[in-house]
């Protein structure tokens, strides 16, 4: 299965929905019929890239494409039906939310089932220093999405994004980089645990890019913490490439991660040049797939 301590995942992420409105296809509001059919038919090329790429893994890794219902739900079918060649991912939450919200309210357990999808995916932000009653009442909802999942056979990601407060800034004079180095892995760790304690148990863990081995160590050794399972992935948070390959080499080696999740580093720029009509579908279908091997060669090679 894959996740398995055999088993590396390498999953193409394109269940961005909000963001993927405002900022590739500049919409200002609700998509209309042909601007929501553009979408789908992008998601579709994304799904083709990533299928065509799958064939190229070497025995031992498994080809992910994580993508959502709204304008992804022909490639979930797709995916679901692929003879096993890309295993499909879909997100629970509902897009642009700064706390955690399921993306059909009441029904989300019937959308969840709908598809067949090998894993589900919550997005989590998340930091210390938030109020501590919405952190309760996120940490709550997750547990019930954990709950579900166990009992569903439908293992859970947990894509965890720890963005700096205030004063975590100011602990280091305003500069991002140093807190992604300094301070970030530590307060991954505590959030990982909170929620742990909460009863919230991911099988895996998506995790931000981490500058250093002794980071990454200590991620990985909280997710097994107190005899648990849980393994992690790198996500990619559209990083430049050169970044993105720094945090792979240091993730790769370290027992615990077994793959990753990239998404708009890899095919952003690809679908931006074809939806200008500078490139066409199969360029575009070609530059993902390659883009998507570059990355995989990447992990394989720093392990």
């Not at 909460?198 to 995790?207: C, N, Q, S, T």
Request: aromatic content about 8%; charged content about 25%.
């Amino acid at each position: 299965m894959a996740g398995s301590d055999t088993t590396l995942l390498f999953i193409l992420a394109a269940d961005h929905r909000d963001s993927l409105e405002r900022d590739l296809y500049k919409l200002t509001a609700p998509a209309t019929p042909t601007e929501a059919a553009r979408i789908v038919a992008d998601k579709l090329l994304i799904y083709e890239a990533v299928l065509a790429a799958s064939a190229e893994l070497p025995d031992g890794v498994q080809a992910g494409l994580l993508i959502d219902e709204q304008y992804g739900a022909s490639a979930a079918e797709l995916a679901a039906g692929s003879g096993g060649a890309v295993a499909l991912t879909m997100p629970l939450e509902a897009s642009g939310h700064p706390w955690f919200e399921f993306a059909y309210g009441d029904q989300w357990q019937a959308h969840a089932e709908f598809f067949r999808a090998t894993h589900s995916k919550v997005l989590v932000r998340d930091n210390p220093a938030l109020d501590a009653a919405d952190r309760a009442a996120q940490a709550e909802k997750l547990a019930a999405v954990s709950a579900w999942a166990a009992s569903a056979g439908r293992p859970l990601i947990l894509e965890l994004l720890v963005p700096a407060g205030d004063a975590d800034l100011a602990r280091v004079d305003g500069d991002t980089e140093r807190y992604d180095r300094e301070l970030r892995p530590a307060l991954t760790v505590e959030v990982m645990e909170y929620l742990q304690d909460r009863g919230v148990e991911p099988a895996l863990w998506k995790i931000e890019g981490l500058d250093e081995t002794a980071g990454a160590e200590a991620v990985a050794r909280a997710a097994v913490r107190g005899g648990r399972s849980a393994q992690c992935i790198v996500l990619g948070r559209h990083a430049p490439a050169e970044k993105l390959d720094h945090w792979l080499n240091v993730a790769a080696p370290v027992q615990g991660f077994v793959g990753f999740a990239i998404g708009r580093s890899i095919w952003w720029d690809a679908l931006a040049e074809h939806l200008a009509g500078t490139v066409s579908a199969d360029e575009a279908r070609t530059r993902i797939a390659d883009a998507y091997l570059g990355f995989a060669r990447d992990y394989l090679a720093a392990r």
